[in-house]
């Protein structure tokens, strides 16, 4: 599918800026210039794969998200160049190579692009109708407040509707990074079920030795959008994690 440009102006690192999208052939095409060269829309029209359009917040959100990979990129636009980013709509399945992130050494597992980055944010709010309806009762719930205790029986889905709500919770409010603690055990069933059911996400289950842990747990955050880990994992945690701020912490079997 095809779709005419659309430009909107936003404001960004104190700087004016015109932000263009276009989408050709299921891919976005996302252009950022410097100055503000004719007039804008608030909102930014796309189509089908993606949303259908983008508020200034989500649009700031995205850009900023772009710019941040590359220092040298803000410094391109305030000498007057303009940016080109080409976004797919499709999951790169290369993230999932390996089971655990144990290195630096698993390279391919630690370096997303921009792109992948902002694509639980650009593609259409995701649907609940493979979920039972008590399960979209929990999802909802789940989301109304900053701190939830989930304790449905065994067996009734309480992962999965967790994981549904943080897939909504990085496309409706915009969440950037979520930490999962569980235990040793369950870490790659966590991860496993995020593959399933949140596939956007680049979600790594990370298990670091403690000489590597500083550099691990720092790109690792850096690329991904879940982190899974186990308690044992946290309790001698790095400085990159310390210095972190997750939007959402999920503590699976939290009496631990």
Not at 33 to 46: D, I, N, Q, S, T
Not at 48 to 74: A, E, G
Not at 199 to 217: D, K, N
Request: charge should be neutral; include cysteine.
């Amino acid at each position: 599918m095809s779709k005419t440009d659309s430009s909107t102006l936003i404001t960004l690192y104190g700087h004016s800026m015109i932000v263009c999208g276009a989408v050709r052939d299921s891919l976005l095409h996302l252009t950022i210039k410097p100055l503000a060269h004719g007039g804008a829309e608030e909102v930014m029209e796309l189509g089908s794969p993606f949303r259908q359009d983008l508020d200034l917040r989500r649009i700031s959100r995205v850009v900023d998200m772009l710019l941040s990979h590359d220092y040298l990129l803000r410094k391109k636009l305030r000498t007057g160049k303009e940016l080109t980013f080409t976004i797919s709509s499709e999951y790169d399945s290369r993230v999932f190579r390996h089971e655990s992130i144990t290195s630096l050494d698993q390279e391919s597992s630690l370096a997303a692009k921009p792109g992948e980055k902002v694509l639980p944010w650009i593609l259409p709010t995701p649907g609940t109708s493979d979920l039972y309806p008590f399960q979209v009762e929990g999802v909802r719930w789940l989301l109304a407040s900053n701190n939830r205790l989930l304790a449905d029986d065994m067996g009734l889905g309480k992962t999965v509707q967790t994981i549904i709500a943080i897939r909504l919770g990085f496309s409706e409010h915009l969440f950037r990074s979520v930490l999962i603690l569980c235990p040793k055990s369950l870490v790659l069933n966590w991860l496993a079920e995020f593959r399933k059911w949140a596939p956007e996400l680049i979600s790594l289950a990370l298990a670091p030795s403690e000489r590597s842990a500083e550099e691990v747990w720092g790109k690792a955050l850096d690329n991904s959008h879940v982190a899974i880990a186990s308690y044992e994992q946290v309790r001698g945690a790095c400085l990159a994690m310390k210095q972190r701020q997750f939007v959402l912490v999920v503590a699976d079997e939290g009496h631990r």
